[in-house]
């Protein structure tokens, strides 16, 4: 940034700013979670929000935190709009993203979970991209893996797009992780994040943080979806993804435009 060009950003030294993007039910509450107890920031939001989902970065609140610190877990895409803040205050950025069948079965079961709730329906408790409601309560599994299918995926689609897009252009200097990666290794996973945002481990150690228990997220295992999914549904939603031919889908499990 050219000196002097924005005299409202100050230098933080170590007190970084941290976002995590993600898509939902991709592990993101564990991964903030772990790097809230490494960091010793705060959770908060940096993003406008519409039901539980974060889209647009705001600047009276990077502006708030900016000398503070914090980690952020955000639902958001990757706009130029995003970018442009992203480059401003100096935020590397960390996708992190997950198996697309297993996201699918992650998400069936976090709806499921959700119909227990008492403001089930209100949008309160939701996602934008799918209203929930009785309609949704009554449908047995293979039907509501279909909804998701039809209105969500698609969602998950153009979020990781709109990510690839960005990195490709050198729009942000960002970080993919996958969730299978951080699964199988935590603490490299962890010390490749801390070592790219430039952020330090204040604990000096991992092992508290890795202790916090991975399926307390309710996000399931690796290879899940594979088995929950049938095949008329796995083509389904390989053929949202050709599409964009151009694009390497491999973070996702799939191959280059499937």
């Not at 790219?196 to 204040?202: C, L, Q």
């Amino acid at each position: 940034m050219p000196e002097g060009r924005y005299d409202f950003v100050r230098e933080r030294g170590d007190k970084k700013l941290i976002v995590v993007t993600a898509a939902p039910r991709s592990g993101s509450t564990y991964l903030a979670n772990v790097l809230m107890r490494l960091t010793g920031f705060p959770y908060e939001r940096l993003c406008a929000a519409y039901s539980t989902n974060e889209h647009d970065l705001s600047l009276p609140e990077l502006l708030t935190w900016n000398r503070v610190g914090c980690v952020s877990q955000l639902h958001m895409k990757g706009t130029y709009h995003n970018a442009a803040l992203l480059r401003t205050f100096g935020i590397k950025p960390i996708i992190l993203v997950r198996g697309i069948f297993d996201t699918v079965a992650s998400l069936m079961d976090d709806l499921r979970l959700k119909e227990k709730l008492p403001d089930f329906g209100t949008g309160l408790d939701g996602y934008s991209f799918i209203w929930q409601d009785d309609a949704i309560r009554q449908c047995p599994d293979h039907r509501l893996l279909d909804v998701i299918i039809d209105l969500v995926v698609p969602w998950y689609v153009n979020f990781y797009v709109s990510w690839y897009r960005l990195c490709e252009q050198g729009a942000v200097e960002a970080k993919w992780v996958t969730y299978e990666a951080m699964m199988s290794d935590k603490r490299g996973t962890l010390e490749d994040i801390l070592n790219f945002v430039g952020a330090r481990n204040i604990s000096g150690a991992t092992e508290d943080a890795l202790a916090l228990r991975a399926d307390t997220f309710n996000v399931g295992g690796s290879g899940r979806g594979d088995k929950a999914l049938s095949a008329p549904q796995k083509e389904r939603i390989k053929r949202l993804f050709s599409y964009y031919p151009d694009v390497d889908f491999g973070k996702y499990g799939l191959g280059r435009g499937q």
